[in-house]
């Protein structure tokens, strides 16, 4: 099972919107709603912001939304802070019953 | 409240082989999986197994395949991941998480991350 493919580094400034894209095939991605994303900061755990396609866990911000088409997922961060900068990573759910992360994306605020 | 408590640090020589840990609290351990995945220095996350806490089914990335062997004991509300014929290429913080209500789905919920650094 491949990693699935994430852009190395996405930048955008303080405001502005980012997509993050997640492309994997139809036995990951395009298989199932159980696509996930995590945001990571440098020597820490990461913390889940987006589970099941497009829902938010409690008191995750309202910034961050996914989507899916076909075999690609999306995170986008609307109104790009600080504070997000960060690595995000993607996951999903497969048809082997195992999952699979994303190469990961490293978000810099300009 | 939910917490994942893991064991500490490991030095391992090569061919050597690692036992971790991973002790739940907070919630009715049998009614989640545990997910392991790893982290090597400077790289991103890499998914290894799960295993159902309830019927201890188990399933295993390809890559680690013969290799890991992931285990639970109910009565201690604790998991265990063991990896054997180390190599450098294993050096890496490994994680347990705890799944959402869907088992394959990994949660909010990790583990403080055991070091686990291979070396001669």
């Known amino acids: 099972q491949s990693a699935l493919t994430q852009p190395a580094s996405v930048s955008g400034s303080p405001g502005q919107p980012i997509t993050i894209s997640c492309t994997g095939t139809s036995s990951d991605i395009g298989a199932y709603d159980y696509v996930s994303w995590y945001q990571q900061d440098p020597g820490k755990a990461p913390k889940l912001i987006i589970h099941?396609?497009?829902f938010r866990p409690s008191g995750v911000s309202s910034r961050f939304s996914g989507s899916k088409s076909g075999n690609t997922a999306s995170l986008t961060i609307s109104g790009l802070q600080a504070e997000d900068e960060s690595d995000y990573y993607c996951?999903?759910?497969?048809?082997?019953?195992?999952?699979?992360f994303g190469t990961g994306t490293k978000v810099t605020v300009l | 409240q939910v917490q994942l408590v893991q064991s500490g640090a490991e030095v391992k020589k090569p061919g050597a082989s690692v036992k971790v840990s991973c002790k739940a609290s907070g919630y009715p351990f049998i009614t989640y999986a545990i997910h392991w995945v790893r982290q090597a220095p400077g790289q991103g996350l890499e998914w290894m197994a799960w295993?159902?806490?309830?019927?201890?089914?188990?399933n295993y990335s390809e890559k680690f395949q013969g290799r890991v062997t992931i285990t639970r004991d109910t009565s201690a509300s604790t998991a265990y991941m063991e990896l054997t014929s180390l190599t450098s290429e294993d050096t890496a913080i490994y994680y347990c998480?705890?799944?959402?209500?869907?088992?394959?789905?990994?949660?909010?919920?990790w583990g403080q991350g055991t070091l686990v650094t291979v070396s001669s």
């Open positions: 295993i159902n806490a309830d019927n201890g089914d188990t």
């Open positions: 996951i999903s759910y497969t048809t082997t019953n195992t999952l699979v």
């Open positions: 099941d396609v497009n």
């Open positions: 998480a705890r799944s959402r209500i869907t088992m394959v789905v990994v949660g909010q919920h």
